[in-house]
């Protein structure tokens, strides 16, 4: 069914949708995230042990970090899938559909047989859970950056958009401080069923967030613009979003990769490679949990408060900081959460996530919205988007994991922290290339 005009003039809309915009956008993404995260986080610990049992454990932890990845390569399917279907018939629609898949594969691995139970099953069953969940995943992203940028004052697109980025480390504190509990339990109990009970919960979080998002409006650009087109040219309905995105705007779609690179290799580091060394390091695994929550919880104030000044100062000087920042501080930041000391480990999260990875994340979900067309944004940043997470990101602990096996402590971390730098390297030239979107308007792009 095809949405009805809006008689809302894009970005006047009244302040309690657009409060009730920006909070489903955070509270979505923090759900989706939340899922996402948590796999990462479990990777970590405990699935290695629980699912490739019968592997020595360097390679259990490899084969661990190889099922993260899995769900990051079908993110920019879901991206592709979820960005037709919201193009074409609305935002919000496909946001209760992601939400709704993200939170059921998550309750679905919660009750998970373990390989000691049946076998070779388990870790296949482990990988299809993770597929839907980065299916779904590729989705939300997109969508939920969309509508608080689609409902936002011009001068105020960075900070609104930023609300989808703030649900990572939001999800990331919910899901650390909730596996930092249960990591309390004594190591028999958590391995039996303590794991499970955060996978659980998603139901629960998955419910509060779908009464939130199906309160909020449809975005008045799409209404507008969209609607529009159709009125103008019914062959518009019939067309690809994707084949249009691949047609008209290539060069939009490499810059959303690039740009994001650094960002995404960072948060992957610290929220899966960094959890292993600081354990190995010699602090219990929940002390190095609540020191992670602690960074991320500061993070998600650093986010809008960088994307706020790229509001004022342009995106690109915002985040080429970032990540020449990154490029210098990689390698100490990890000698820090391998140093053994609590302090060293919280200052090490500190300076990673909210000093250095959110100036590269903060501004990038209105960079990577901004330079794409009404009709296929949703497609265009999507697809941008999920292959440089994909790339920066979901492959990110496996390589960090092969770099550092086999090797000294000290030689491995600075084979990682040189993969880290790299990849922020290449977002700082791919931003430079690109052309500042911020004064961009939302209505003529592309």
């Not at 990875?357 to 009709?375: K, N, S, V």
Request: proline share 4%.
């Amino acid at each position: 069914m095809s949405p009805t005009p809006s008689t809302t003039v894009p970005g006047l809309a009244d302040k309690t949708q657009m409060r009730r915009v920006l909070f489903s956008s955070f509270l979505g993404s923090a759900v989706e995230f939340y899922d996402f995260l948590l796999y990462g986080t479990a990777a970590a610990l405990v699935f290695g042990q629980l699912f490739f049992s019968d592997l020595s454990p360097v390679v259990a932890t490899i084969a661990s970090f190889g099922t993260l990845a899995v769900g990051y390569i079908v993110r920019p399917l879901g991206g592709v899938i979820f960005g037709h279907f919201g193009d074409r018939i609305g935002r919000k629609s496909m946001l209760v559909l992601t939400m709704t898949l993200m939170g059921a594969a998550s309750f679905a691995i919660g009750l998970l047989p373990t390989y000691a139970t049946i076998g070779a099953a388990a870790p296949i069953l482990l990988i299809l859970l993770r597929l839907i969940q980065g299916f779904a995943v590729g989705g939300e992203w997109g969508g939920a950056a969309l509508m608080a940028l689609e409902h936002s004052d011009e001068n105020r697109r960075g900070f609104s958009a930023s609300f989808a980025n703030m649900g990572a480390p939001a999800g990331a504190v919910l899901s650390t401080v909730v596996l930092a509990i249960v990591t309390l339990l004594p190591g028999d109990a958590f391995l039996s069923w303590g794991w499970r009970i955060p996978f659980l919960l998603s139901a629960v979080l998955v419910g509060i967030g779908l009464y939130v998002r199906l309160k909020v409006t449809e975005s008045p650009l799409f209404e507008q613009e969209v609607i529009t087109a159709v009125a103008v040219d019914p062959t518009v309905k019939k067309r690809l979003p994707i084949i249009d995105v691949l047609r008209t705007n290539p060069v939009s779609v490499l810059l959303g990769i690039g740009a994001g690179l650094g960002a995404f290799a960072l948060q992957a580091l610290m929220a899966t490679f960094a959890l292993t060394i600081g354990v190995q390091g010699g602090l219990t695994r929940s002390t190095v949990l609540w020191l992670f929550a602690a960074g991320s919880l500061l993070q998600i104030f650093a986010l809008p408060a960088y994307a706020a000044l790229s509001d004022r100062i342009g995106r690109r000087p915002v985040m080429i900081s970032g990540c020449l920042a990154a490029v210098v501080a990689v390698y100490p930041i990890l000698l820090l959460i391998d140093s053994g000391s609590a302090l060293g480990v919280l200052l090490g999260f500190v300076i990673a996530m909210p000093l250095v990875q959110a100036a590269m994340y903060g501004p990038l979900a209105a960079f990577t919205t901004e330079i794409f067309a009404t009709g296929n944004r949703y497609t265009g940043a999507s697809l941008g988007y999920q292959l440089s997470s994909t790339l920066g990101g979901g492959f990110a602990p496996l390589i960090a994991a092969t770099l550092v096996a086999g090797t000294t402590t000290g030689n491995g971390l600075l084979r990682v922290a040189v993969f880290a730098a790299t990849a922020a390297l290449i977002s700082a030239i791919t931003i430079a290339l690109a052309k500042e979107s911020s004064r961009r308007t939302l209505v003529t792009t592309g």
